[in-house]
């Protein structure tokens, strides 16, 4: 699927209002990365749907050898964030999608505020950290996890191997260094990095 290259930043309160249809260009509404909750063990039946429906969509997998008690070697695409899947879409469209019986709901950011409406505004995910995510997936030599915990320590740029240019913060977890890059709602996104291909910003 084609994803845009640059969304600019925008503050709660505008993602908020861009839900609502607020401040798009001549009345034109604007397409917004929002999480779609699905079943568990679904997600690839569902972007399977989703493309016949010619919905714009990104599923988080990683490619991964699995071993099996037998010895038996398989690589498969594992599904990074479970029953979740991000849709590009506008609201109105949105709303449509919604309707689809294999989308269980939109996900709601309960830390956001919605103005003049009741309850928490939809989630809204940056491009910039759907863009981060797809590269970190792509390029990294270990596996990618996706944590509801963010600890914040130095801020940090990658200078070498598969994930050059990246940048982060850096935490040591189980005696080995960890790079995470912030996914809204959802937490971080985070990689076992060696320090010597990390600098300081």
């Not at 009345?27 to 714009?56: C, M, Q, Y």
């Not at 598969?162 to 912030?182: D, T």
């Not at 959802?186 to 291909?197: H, K, L, Q, Y």
Request: charge should be positive.
């Amino acid at each position: 699927m084609e994803i845009p290259q640059k969304v600019e930043a925008r503050s709660d309160y505008e993602a908020a209002a861009a839900t609502l249809g607020v401040g798009d260009a001549v009345g034109v509404p604007r397409s917004h990365w929002f999480v779609a909750i699905v079943k568990n063990n679904t997600e690839k039946s569902v972007a399977e749907k989703l493309a016949d429906e010619g919905v714009s969509f990104y599923l988080p997998t990683q490619e991964e050898l699995r071993i099996w008690r037998n010895g038996r070697r398989k690589k498969i695409e594992r599904e990074v964030i479970p029953a979740t899947i991000f849709i590009h879409c506008t609201e109105p469209e949105r709303r449509e999608i919604v309707k689809l019986p294999y989308i269980n709901r939109f996900m709601t950011n309960k830390a956001g505020s919605n103005p003049n409406r009741v309850g928490s505004p939809l989630a809204i995910i940056p491009d910039s950290q759907i863009q981060t995510l797809r590269f970190m997936l792509g390029n990294a030599d270990g596996e990618v996890t996706v944590s509801a915990v963010y600890s914040r320590g130095d801020r940090v740029r990658v200078i070498r191997g598969g994930l050059r240019g990246l940048e982060g913060e850096i935490i040591e977890s189980n005696g080995k260094s960890e790079l995470m890059v912030r996914i809204d709602i959802f937490g971080c996104a985070r990689v076992t990095i060696n320090p010597a291909d990390v600098t300081k910003i």
